[in-house]
């Protein structure tokens, strides 16, 4: 969903995007679980066959849709299950509904609602922005009927980079305030795009810019696969990596820790799946989150120190958390506490806000919706 955020609510936090991207890394060590084996198709050309008849019937473009997807799997070096295949057509499906450039509803109106905003954050007076945006834009059209015009995120990211460029004060008016978070086929995160062309070889052609190429089909679904799919996770079952999909890699599983941490503190936490705070950049804020609080608290409980505990909380957008002493100890706490084996994953609660969302929105819509059509594609595997 593009301009993803999140708004306060009793049990769903306040959250301006995705969170940063995790570093990328391999599934092919924890292929997810679910109803059918977990058995790969013998070849490229068996795979094909397969995600033709798993893509719903009303698909246009069958054959390019079955080509980058299949290309994406190869590239990630991941074995082509219908499970899998089927989690990628499900977000697919959700997102775009098999556009590659889908469209957004009112995008005009919401580009003039945010443009009114920063002119009047900025002082700009109206006349002369007005003045500004009848310059002729590089495509031959004057940016205020590019912006009347819009109907799509890549056009949208198109107009902001042409007038942050070429429009007198535009720098200023939008220097780092591109609202195009995400983009795409699978609407994914395009910071993690970029993270991932930094950690892997990227299969097609060198993009003039990564954030373009998201916008693509064949780049869309590459990243999208690659964020929904090419990292290990413990989950068992496949909505939790929706949820992941939806608000960042293992937030399941913290949201789930969570839950634990709040029965043997007492303190009530925001499951939102985020353990720490953290800056614009990604990197951890100086402020304590609320869970990094509530599990001080426990530190003469746990047995660990101030510093060991914030050691473990870093690696939360990992793998490796799992087997850190605050994971295993926080557990062993809760699971005895509360006399039950508390559980491992959970649906973060989330509220989503976005500029194009009219109706309330939670992760836990999002991951139930593409669990609907994951279901509904396995169903067209066995048919």
């Known amino acids: 969903m593009p301009w993803e955020t999140s708004t306060s609510e009793a049990a769903a936090p306040q959250r301006e995007a995705r969170r940063p991207a ?94 009114e905003q920063r002119r009047e954050k900025y002082g700009i007076p109206k006349a002369v922005l007005d003045l500004a945006l009848l310059k002729t834009s590089p495509d031959g059209r004057s940016y205020r009927v590019r912006i009347d015009a819009l109907r799509t995120e890549a056009q949208m990211n198109a107009l902001y980079e042409d007038l942050s460029s070429e429009v007198p004060g535009g720098r200023a008016l939008l220097a780092g305030f591109n609202p195009i978070r995400t983009g795409g086929p699978m609407q994914v995160s395009i910071a993690f795009a970029e993270e991932q062309v930094r950690e892997k070889p990227y299969p097609y052609a060198a993009p003039d810019s990564v954030r373009k190429e998201v916008f693509t089909r064949r780049g869309g679904v590459y990243f999208g696969i690659a964020s929904l799919l090419d990292y290990p996770a413990s989950y068992g079952q496949m909505i939790h990596r929706f949820a992941d999909f939806n608000a960042g890699r293992y937030s399941s599983r913290n949201a789930a820790f969570q839950d634990a941490l709040a029965r043997v503190s007492g303190e009530k936490l925001s499951l939102d799946g985020d353990l720490l705070r953290y800056r614009a950049d990604g990197s951890p804020a100086a402020e304590a989150s609320e869970t990094q609080r509530a599990t001080l608290s426990l530190r003469s409980r746990l047995n660990l120190g101030e510093e060991a505990i914030l050691r473990d909380l870093k690696l939360e957008k990992s793998l490796a958390f799992e087997q850190t002493p605050l994971y295993l100890r926080l557990y062993a706490l809760a699971d005895s506490t509360t006399g039950e084996r508390r559980p491992r994953e959970l649906i973060p609660r989330i509220a989503l806000k976005s500029p194009k969302i009219t109706r309330p929105l939670t992760t836990e819509w999002f991951a139930h919706r593409v669990e609907a059509r994951f279901r509904q594609c396995l169903e067209r595997g066995e048919s």
């Open 22 to 115: 995790a570093p990328a890394a391999s599934a092919k060590g924890a292929p997810p679980s679910g109803s059918l084996p977990p058995i790969p198709v013998a070849s490229e050309r068996e795979a094909r066959v397969l995600v033709d008849r798993l893509l719903p019937a009303n698909v246009r473009d069958r054959g390019a849709w079955t080509e980058d997807i299949t290309r994406a799997f190869v590239a990630l070096h991941m074995a082509m299950t219908a499970e899998r295949l089927c989690a990628a057509i499900a977000v697919i499906g959700q997102e775009s509904g098999f556009q590659s450039d889908p469209t957004v509803p009112g995008l005009a109106r919401i580009v003039w609602r945010q443009i």
